[in-house]
């Protein structure tokens, strides 16, 4: 850390030690998942004596994230009224939910969606139909207050913010020249293979293949780009979409972060804009609420599935009730298997051999989202003025999104502040990150959240009037070495399915975000229709 960066860093310390001391005490608690749940699943303690109930529909649906809503869609829209849909949670939506704090709307997860590429058809169709985006004169448009308003992002380095996220403050002409080298590579790269979103929609090349089979760290080292700035901030954005560092996460997911959205560009370059991305104060709580609405009863949330089986006749999905500590037994011709693939294998009876293929090579990054109420606009340092996404150089965690950047009211007043912290294998943290995220009481991570965000904003503390926080133990697949050649992606480039099973979730991508998840919901429903 240079000198001047430090002294910014025990300044906004010192500060936070004075705030402290006279501001009032900060509620809070964790909030948004029921941790207790998932681990009565895990131990086998979801058992009574055998289903109080048999209830039969069409199609059960298991698993209310992205990928099964996709999926009840998908039916609804193809004529299937007949089916369920069951979530463990109190409300559906998975890591793309939303909340809200003193009455301010703000994301449990997922923050954001790209605009979607040619190749995301699916989540296109999803667009125009919700209206965020329309035919105006034979060109798409998407609704202007749905997108990103500006300023977009900035970042805190050297005492002061800068506009975007690649350092470009105080960094030498050595620095601009790996920036240059590295932009040469993805731009190579892009035209020698596709990328896409989805992965799916991408031939499983022996170029893709190269890249997989070593890290992101080893990838850069072979290259020799060892500029601290730039991998600082290629660290930054495998751990914000893959929740890892670098040299955990594969060289293929390393490119794939920009080949298959906006490339990569050295500071003036031209060339090409950052993708425009849509954004709501709940964040894609937005998206998954307007997925949720039309399934009515159909839509079974506080339900635990802990047995799947497929029978002579079709399938039975057992859902432990927790408002009624019962078991119901569903049958069904078919079941849309939209958990996670270290889920499915634990309830599905005789798992088959790609799904137990598929749990033996994922691993996944735990992750911690806290919303933070602030009773008014905070003090800031120099530079640009506030963004929707503002990062702090050098820091565990991946800075705030401010939940009401959105908003048309110009007039200052109190706003969340949602901070993302990721706790796979990284240079911040090591191995264990999940058993950290379950074990540290809340008032440590309160009080890691004031140390870091108070470097740029001294008064964070004595503004800060309570903070919610969700953890997520199994947010996201890991797309590690070796993944798309020996592991679940490599079975799964298109539909995954075993008899009357059929598989949905982000996992069988390797990586999770919304495009991947919707896709393969949408997808397993569409085999069903044809």
């Avoid at 560009?265 to 709940?282: F, I, K, Q, Y």
Wanted: glycine residues 12%; negative net charge.
């Amino acid at each position: 850390m240079k000198r001047r960066e430090f002294i910014g860093a025990t300044a906004g310390a010192f500060a936070l030690c004075g705030c402290d001391a006279s501001a009032p005490a900060i509620e809070g608690g964790f909030t948004g998942i029921d941790v207790a749940r998932g681990h009565a699943l895990r131990d086998g303690l979801l058992r009574s004596d055998g289903p109080v109930q048999t209830r039969r529909t069409r199609v059960v649906i298991a698993g209310g994230g992205v990928a099964g809503l996709a999926a009840a869609r998908a039916l609804r829209l193809g004529g299937i009224d007949d089916f369920t849909l069951l979530e463990l949670e109190d409300t559906a939506g998975g890591n793309s939910r939303g909340g809200a704090v003193e009455g301010i709307a703000c994301p449990l997860g997922a923050h954001y969606l790209p605009v979607p590429g040619d190749d995301a058809t699916e989540v296109q169709d999803l667009l125009e139909e919700l209206g965020l985006r329309q035919r105006v004169a034979g060109r798409w448009a998407y609704d202007e207050r749905h997108l990103c308003h500006s300023p977009q992002e900035r970042l805190f380095i050297g005492g002061e913010w800068q506009d975007g996220l690649l350092p470009v403050n105080g960094i030498g002409e050595a620095t601009l020249a790996q920036y240059r080298r590295f932009a040469a590579q993805v731009d190579r790269l892009q035209h020698e293979a596709k990328f896409s979103i989805p992965t799916l929609k991408a031939p499983l090349s022996a170029t893709l293949l190269a890249l997989d089979a070593v890290s992101f760290g080893a990838w850069l080292d072979g290259l020799g780009l060892d500029d601290r700035y730039l991998r600082w901030y290629l660290d930054y954005c495998c751990r914000d979409d893959y929740g890892a560092g670098l040299t955990q996460v594969s060289a293929w997911a390393g490119i794939h972060y920009f080949a298959s959205r906006h490339g990569f560009h050295a500071p003036g370059d031209d060339s090409g804009e950052r993708d425009a991305v849509l954004t709501w104060p709940e964040g894609n709580g937005w998206l998954t609420r307007r997925l949720a609405a039309p399934l009515g009863e159909r839509l079974h949330a506080a339900q635990a599935v802990v047995r799947i089986a497929e029978t002579r006749d079709g399938v039975e999905v057992d859902s432990f009730d927790l408002a009624s500590h019962s078991v119901v037994r569903w049958q069904a011709e078919h079941c849309i298997v939209a958990l996670p693939v270290f889920i499915a294998v634990r309830v599905i009876e005789g798992p088959p051999v790609l799904l137990r293929h598929a749990a033996a090579h994922l691993r996944y990054a735990p992750w911690l989202v806290a919303n933070v109420h602030l009773r008014a606009p905070l003090a800031d340092r120099r530079g640009p003025a506030p963004s929707w996404d503002n990062v702090i150089y050098g820091t565990a965690g991946l800075g705030y999104v401010d939940a009401r950047h959105q908003s048309l009211d110009p007039t200052p007043g109190p706003t969340v502040m949602s901070w993302y912290r990721p706790l796979g294998p990284s240079g911040y943290d090591g191995p264990d990150g999940r058993r950290r995220l379950l074990d540290r009481p809340w008032a440590a991570w309160r009080d890691d959240l004031l140390a870091e965000l108070s470097v740029p904003h001294p008064d964070f503390a004595a503004q800060a009037t309570r903070i919610d926080i969700t953890r997520y133990g199994h947010a996201m697949a890991i797309p590690s070495p070796g993944l798309l050649g020996t592991g679940a992606s490599s079975m799964a480039r298109s539909l995954v399915r075993s008899g009357r099973l059929l598989f949905a979730h982000a996992d069988w991508s390797g990586y999770s975000i919304f495009e991947e998840a919707f896709t393969r919901g949408h997808l397993a429903a569409s085999a069903l229709l044809a």
